[in-house]
């Protein structure tokens, strides 16, 4: 995915709307054309991570070679941000020459892999009828999903349909390697703020098992996956529908990590280390405890508010019904005043008492939830965040003589 204003995306549609005399991908018959799935390797910037594949179609005769890509977005559109909060992100396809292209990737560093797709001539013919219809202004808008709809889903949906549902029949009901949070962990370990952040805010959506179908929501794992389809010719006999593969320019970037981070340890180590300040503290240095409770009680409101507008306000569906609501909720904002009472040794109020208990109780069900048969959300690491900086909180509260 790379950002590209609406004036080069009109300019590309008006470009390949110009059709020359002689033939070209616009009007080559099938038997002429070659179709290739094109795949970028993840980049260096958040939004690059996830990595960007492109359909490519070139016509052997007379040599023209056009990308199709569904990944262009324009940060100056009205109320961009404030849509992509709300998870209503408009997306673009985009075509352009194949050369200008992918000399941005390689001068990005970034990897570039052809794969030669087996396609009969009607199929060829058929997805370049797609392509160019979905280019047409009316159409090349979409609401883009980073799982379900995205630059590769669209890839992998327009050559589905081109084969019949070959590729679908060949790929859902087998198994994928990761869940959505597994692979998004995975992929954004390199900026490991934005991946906790990421990984707090996905809700049960995100650890459901994924097929090889879904799981080819990203570029790698369907440039992988297509090894596996296999097609039939117009002889009627099968064949691979990779017929060849080729890396175009290596990658000179940093290799994301073959498997996601084990987050347990280091959330636990944090909870645990603060949980430890936090008593200490409590103890013996009045004013540096009160600072870091609050500090805790501040973060915790605010995540909460975060999650519970994702929730509530945003279709942002992976981030629906989190259980960490259960960890960091608007509750914590409550008990600011009783922490500060704590530092003069007075005792919480039995509305702060009572919103404690609902915390502690709130700290139960998550576990429960976490270890009842059929659980779906994977919030182990923040679990073990979470309940001993607020068993350390409650005990604190309750020991305000020191």
Partial sequence: ????????????????????????????????????????????????????DALQLRDTVSGQSINFNYGVFDFSEKNFFLNFARGRMHYLMDAEPAGPEEAFYVQEGRSITRQRLALTPQQAAALRDFLFWNLRPENAGYNYDYYIDNCT???????????????????????????????????????????????????????????????????????????????TDVHGNTRPLVEGERQLSPNRLDVPPAQAPDLRLPLG???????????????????????????FLVLAGLVGLLLLALWTLTTHHSAWANANLLLF??????????????????????????????????????????????????????????????????????????
């Fill in 1 to 52: 995915m790379r950002p590209i204003t609406k004036l080069l995306s009109l300019l590309a549609l008006i470009l390949l709307a110009t059709v020359p005399a002689h033939a070209d991908v616009t009007d080559a018959p099938g038997a002429n054309l070659e179709v290739s799935l094109i795949t970028y390797g993840p980049g260096a910037t958040y939004w690059e991570r996830f990595g960007h």
């Fill in 153 to 231: 889903t669209r890839v992998r949906d327009a050559l589905n349909k081109a084969l019949g549902g070959a590729i679908k029949a060949a790929l859902a009901g087998h198994p994928g390697g990761m869940t959505y949070r597994q692979q998004t962990d995975r992929l954004m370990s390199a900026q490991p703020w934005l991946m906790l952040a990421l990984d707090l805010g996905l809700g049960p959506y995100a650890d459901q098992p994924l097929d090889a179908w879904h799981e080819s929501f990203l570029p790698m794992e369907l440039q992988a996956n297509l090894r596996a389809v296999t097609t």
């Fill in 269 to 295: 180590a944090a909870g645990l280390l603060i949980a430890a300040l936090l008593l200490v503290t409590s103890r013996h240095w009045r004013l540096g405890y009160t600072l870091l409770g609050s500090l």
């Fill in 329 to 402: 909720n608007p509750l914590a904002f409550v008990l600011l005043p009783a922490l500060w009472r704590a530092r003069r040794h007075i005792a919480p109020t039995r509305f702060a008492d009572a919103i404690l208990l609902l915390q502690l109780l709130g700290l139960i069900a998550a576990v429960l939830l976490h270890l009842l048969p059929g659980a779906v959300q994977q919030n182990q690491p923040w679990i073990l965040f979470a309940l001993p900086v607020w068993l350390a909180l409650a005990w604190s509260l309750r020991q305000p003589a020191a």
